[in-house]
């Protein structure tokens, strides 16, 4: 499978825990993508790469959130603190260049308790 | 502030019906605008996408009609099949991020 590939699939943690999600874009793909997705809506942008440099992050990505792509590859997203309101979808994208279609996994399903 | 509204929330059409998904925005700024279906527990495929330089796009069983003047665009579906029976989301790229619209579950009967 070369799509994007993200890990875990599910994760399950109670409010107060650090979560920590994993993206593997698509090989040579220089820009990759975090979304977030909550039910009965559309995914709504986090943040994006160009290789190693983060060029954007959303008003929606608090300070509990960081994001990482140490070496241009996969990247890593980290929630600190959990709490309830960040259930979600957490989905990740991947696409050659700015001008090119993205590309999403099949995202990380995050459930607080 | 929606700045890509979708509708309607909800479709249901027979099996060879034509469904018709319509979004609008208010950004100029917009460069592209793509469609992805989305299957329950999956991530959003990618289907097709136009550039609003371009009135239509076809591929296979689906069309994208773009309207700039009007800041509106659609997808048809030709031909539905059961197995289209899923969640369509428009979006549009601004800068390196896509905005998406809330999203039409579709459902096709047999």
């Known amino acids: 499978d070369t799509g994007v590939s993200q890990d875990p699939r599910h994760k399950i943690t109670k409010r107060g825990q650090n979560v920590t999600f994993r993206c593997d874009p698509i090989?040579?793909?220089?820009?990759l993508y975090w979304y977030r997705q909550t039910l009965g809506q559309g995914p709504e942008f986090l943040t994006y790469?160009?290789?190693?440099?983060?060029?954007?992050k959303s008003r929606l990505l608090s300070d509990r959130f960081s994001a990482e792509r140490p070496k241009g590859s996969f990247s890593t997203l980290e929630i600190q603190r959990t709490e309830q309101g960040d259930s979600a979808m957490y989905l990740c994208?991947?696409?050659?260049?700015?001008?090119?279609?993205?590309?999403f996994g099949d995202g990380t399903r995050l459930s607080i308790l | 502030q929606q700045q890509v509204k979708q509708s309607p929330q909800s479709l249901i059409v027979q099996k060879g019906g034509i469904p018709i998904i319509n979004c609008a925005y208010e950004?100029?700024?917009?460069?592209?605008f793509p469609w992805y279906q989305q299957f329950p527990g999956k991530g959003p495929a990618l289907l097709i996408a136009?550039?609003?330089?371009?009135s239509e796009k076809k591929e296979g069983r689906f069309t994208i009609s773009f309207n700039k003047s009007a800041k509106q665009f659609s997808l048809h579906i030709m031909d539905s099949q059961p197995g289209d029976s899923a969640t369509y989301f428009c979006?549009?790229?601004?800068?390196?991020?896509?905005?998406f619209g809330q999203g039409t579950e579709l459902s096709v009967k047999p």
């Open positions: 994208a991947s696409s050659p260049g700015q001008l090119h279609p993205q590309h």
């Open positions: 090989s040579e793909h220089n820009r």
């Open positions: 790469f160009q290789n190693e440099a983060q060029l954007e």
């Open positions: 950004n100029t700024a917009f460069d592209y």
């Open positions: 136009i550039r609003p330089d371009v």
């Open positions: 979006a549009a790229r601004e800068g390196g991020k896509l905005i």
